[in-house]
């Protein structure tokens, strides 16, 4: 036998058999062609926007709460008149974060740097 042992399920086998049996990786080529990246931005957004019952506002503040979301700057957040419950609606996560921290609230959904 060569220098080199080959070892299989304990037992000491040939190279050609190791070759044989071993499981290859895939060229790099091959795994670059084919990586698929996470879609981390469609957490939420336009197509599919974050809703939440905690930061939502009497029907009658909507129109307020816009104008105080608007005044700010904050873009990506706004209150649906069209919705009694769940009125709040975030399409970004800056937009959800500044909100958040303008009304006070916190919660537990957060990302690394929704603080």
Known sequence: MSAIPYIRNGVEVTREEFDRTIRKAPSRRK?????KFPNIASAYG???????????????????????????????????????????????QKGRREAMKLFGVHDADGGYGDG
């Open 46 to 92: 336009e197509g599919k926007p974050w809703r939440s019952l905690s930061i939502s506002c009497h029907p009658d503040q909507i129109p307020e709460r816009n104008a105080l979301l608007k005044a700010r700057n904050i873009t990506g957040a706004y209150y649906d008149p069209a919705q009694p419950i769940d009125n709040f609606v975030a399409t970004s």
């Open 31 to 35: 795994r670059k062609k084919n990586r």
